[in-house]
């Protein structure tokens, strides 16, 4: 199966306590398609702008990304510019400029309509759900969002939420969105929804995901440095979804091995800026990655003599 991502592309300028980073390929659409091209067929759909240089298209089309949805229109690209203190949990904006992004209509080419796999990345829930208008009958969908849109656009996500199967979102996002505090009791409040999958991210602490009847947890992996949480969280949607993509197994067992897939991936993009250390990686470190992930919660069975 392969995956339409419809999201952001865009230029990144990131500030942490290790280093920064100016003008940096970023955005929600090109974390995640980056990571899930290790496993999976992706179509990327978004916007750019004229000054989109023509080294980051060769990057994203190395990495056998399609990109007959992205569309280049006269402006500026969308910019983010944002702050992180030792707590690399939230990130400080200090600036957004929307850019082309204001303009932008998301317009699916006939062949991506027919997708097996979508996933609706962080932009406006009304946008999102022009996307799902456009698609005919994916076997699985999924979204992400951020407090941006519970706080403006609440109605419109709380829709997008009921038409998807899997919800990701991070832990405060999850308690804004219910005004509950207990995250398991937000969770449930979620799934009521009409979703069938809450995913919970928790930086540092790992993920969550719930269903109606079950709770799977899996941890991060214990880096000695973090150097640029941007994007974590896009790239362990892509990892799991990319993976999903790949097995095609949606059973309960086969959507746990594609979480732990997916915080392996997180774990490799914090390790450098923007996007240079998924430029550096390779396969079989992930598969070593998800090996030693499997020891870090391995215990013998309940037993006694």
């Known amino acids: 199966m392969g995956i339409v991502v419809v ?34 067929d992706v179509s990327l759909v978004a916007v ?61 080419p006939a062949a991506y309509r027919s997708t097996d796999v979508l996933f609706l990345a962080n932009i406006d829930p009304e946008l999102q759900l022009q996307v799902l208008d456009q698609v005919e009958k ?22 997008v939420m009921k038409r998807v199967d899997i919800v990701v979102i991070n832990e405060g996002e999850a308690r804004m969105l219910t005004g509950e505090a207990n995250l398991v009791k937000a969770a449930r409040q979620i799934i009521g929804l009409g979703c069938k999958r809450l995913v919970v991210k928790r930086g540092e602490y790992g993920v969550l995901m719930f269903t109606a009847d079950t709770v799977f947890a899996a941890p991060a992996w214990p880096l000695e440095e973090v150097f640029d949480p941007t994007g974590a969280g896009d790239t362990f949607a892509g990892g799991f979804m990319g993976y999903l993509a790949n097995t095609g197994d949606l059973s309960e067992d086969g959507i746990r091995q594609a979480l732990v897939f997916g915080s392996v991936m997180a774990s490799f993009n914090v390790e450098d800026f923007s996007l240079n250390r998924m430029k550096r990686l390779t396969y079989p470190e992930i598969e070593a990655r998800y090996r030693s992930f499997k020891g870090l919660t391995s215990f013998r069975d309940l037993g006694f003599n």
């Not at 955005?27 to 980056?34: C, D, K, N, P, R």
């Not at 702050?83 to 949990?89: E, I, M």
């Open 7 to 40: 999201g952001t592309v865009a230029f990144d300028t990131v500030e942490t306590p290790f280093g920064r980073g100016e003008n940096v390929l970023g955005g929600s659409a090109t974390y995640f398609s980056t990571s899930a091209s290790f496993f999976s």
């Open 48 to 108: 750019v702008g004229e000054d989109f240089p023509e080294e980051h298209v060769s990057f994203l089309k190395s990495r056998e990304i399609d990109l007959q949805g992205l569309q280049r229109i006269p402006g500026k690209t969308f910019h983010w510019s944002g702050k992180y203190g030792y707590d690399l949990n939230e990130a400080q904006t200090l600036d957004t400029q929307l850019n082309v992004l204001l303009d932008f209509k998301p317009e699916l």
């Open 138 to 159: 994916p076997r699985l969908t999924a979204c992400d969002s951020m407090n941006f849109w519970i706080s403006s656009k609440p109605e419109a996500l709380k829709e």
